[in-house]
């Protein structure tokens, strides 16, 4: 089983929707969260970390589920800039990255 | 003002042949990496340094050597290059990586390695 699992997409989107996806991880000891972005053929940049709380960072909303293992992203009001690749990232004494969820925006 | 910056940005090699990638950071952080992003875009942690102290090793084949002269800088030299070595390599820093916990990481722009 891979150590982080995520829905590889594309999710494709208009301009202005909401769009969520999830990953998993398998380390239950895993001690931190986050969501990096990558645009096409450039590098991953921090997008936000994921709070056990629940947080939000404008339109983005990060929620980490611990009982079941999985951390969540939520894009509200899509922009075309908002299109990317957005990797799952999990800290167990070094950072496991997914394979990426793609997500296109549409005009 | 390029905070962590790679060269060369592209690198196409034959079999065989010996090469390095640089890797250089500005923003004064304690620990760098590099990882290999392959054709299936996973994303895998290769080495780590901290004040030029190699502190992660995953498995990699022993052709691969990093070399950090200082904490700023940190190089991975690759012997031997095979065909399943093309992929973009990416090296990164952050501020601290000791005690399990593991601060923002930035990246360098990646070299796009192909080996024919």
């Known amino acids: 089983r891979k150590e982080v699992e995520q829905d590889p997409g594309p999710f494709n989107v208009p301009e202005g929707a909401t769009v969520a996806f999830n990953c998993t991880y398998s380390?239950?000891?895993?001690?931190?969260f986050f969501w990096y972005r990558q645009d096409c053929r450039k590098e991953p940049k921090l997008l936000m970390s994921v709070y056990s709380s629940g947080n939000e960072d404008g339109r983005f909303t990060a929620q980490l589920n611990r009982a079941s293992q999985y951390i969540s992203l939520l894009i509200r009001d899509s922009k075309l800039s908002d299109s990317a690749t957005y990797l799952c990232v999990v800290n167990d004494y070094k950072l496991s990255f997914g394979a990426g969820t793609t997500v296109t925006v549409r005009a | 003002d390029t905070a962590v910056s790679q060269t060369p940005k592209y690198l196409v090699t034959q079999m065989g042949n010996d090469k390095s990638i640089k890797c250089e950071q500005n923003l004064g952080h304690d620990t760098m990496y590099w990882y290999k992003q392959d054709s299936k875009k996973f994303l895998k942690i290769m080495f780590s340094y901290n004040n030029k102290e190699l502190i992660i090793n995953e498995t990699v084949p022993n052709r691969f050597s990093p070399k950090s002269p200082d904490k700023a800088h940190l190089n991975l030299h690759i012997n031997s290059l095979e065909l399943g070595d093309s992929a973009v390599y990416f090296c990164a820093s952050s501020q601290d990586d000791r005690g399990g916990y593991t601060d923002t990481q930035y990246f360098g722009p990646g070299t796009r390695l192909t080996v024919l």
């Open positions: 380390n239950s000891a895993s001690q931190s």
